[in-house]
């Protein structure tokens, strides 16, 4: 389930009357997608108080009512001037008559194992996984002793305003490459923001660890077919 802010208010407002006798003020609410935390009851720096409800998980009806109820401790606990302690004796103390008064369990913390993303945020997951392992650009910088491996992207090489010309009077390369590889095998890799800094291979090394991870991939003949869209089908940034 993904409850709706008015779901979430009409259950503040049951609460406030079964548990608390309404002494607990109408505060504002938010719902948002945090994936760590389901709930937080927030106070200070200026932000004065107010609650927040993760509708990132697709969980059963009571544990977003649990949710809802263990930050409405918290705020109980702000009213009586007992906030810094958290989840001390005062909290605990509230959350067990909360238990009893509800037939809820308001924990100190939530178990969510096998508990999924809600539907919304499976595809905006995906989306993020399939950027993550989107098809890398290499470029292979080869010197007298040793290659330079630059993992790099679009918008890097158009805003070096790099040519197949210049490219070896701009970096001294006596050779280099450019690639378009699988994103898994580099995913290790950090990405550069500059065509100056990557990796050392020494020629022997290069060889055994690196020169088959780029045979598998596409070589590129022309820069220029990277920065107009010739590789965009095969998910190239």
């Known amino acids: 389930m993904t409850p709706t802010l008015a779901n979430i208010k009409t259950w503040y407002n049951e609460f406030n009357k079964q548990v608390f006798n309404n002494e607990l003020p109408t505060i504002p609410i938010k719902i948002t997608n945090n994936r760590s935390q389901l709930g937080q009851f927030y106070w200070g720096n200026g932000r004065g108080i107010g609650m927040k409800v993760s509708t990132y998980y697709d969980m059963p009806v009571d544990m977003f009512r649990n949710t809802i109820l263990h930050e409405m401790c918290h705020l109980y606990c702000y009213n009586k001037g007992f906030i810094r302690e958290h989840h ?14 509800t037939g809820l369990d308001i924990t100190r913390c939530a178990d969510i194992s096998g508990i999924k993303p809600a539907e919304k945020n499976v595809e905006k997951q995906k989306a993020v996984e399939a950027k993550k392992t989107a098809p890398a650009i290499i470029i292979d910088l080869e010197y007298s002793d040793h290659h330079f ?61 690196m020169k088959p991870k ?13 920065l107009i869209g010739s590789y965009d089908c095969l998910g190239v940034r």
């Open 88 to 101: 001390g004796k005062n909290w605990k103390a509230i959350a067990a008559y909360a238990t009893r008064k």
């Open 149 to 209: 491996i630059i993992k790099t992207t679009k918008n890097v090489l158009r805003s070096s305003d790099t040519t197949d010309m210049d490219f070896n009077l701009r970096t001294n390369a006596k050779n280099w490459s450019v690639y378009i590889c699988d994103g898994n095998v580099f995913k290790g890799y950090q990405s550069s923001r500059s065509i100056r800094r990557g990796y050392r291979y020494e020629n022997k090394e290069f060889e055994v660890t």
């Open 214 to 226: 780029l045979e598998n991939g596409i070589k590129v003949d022309n820069i220029r077919d990277i």
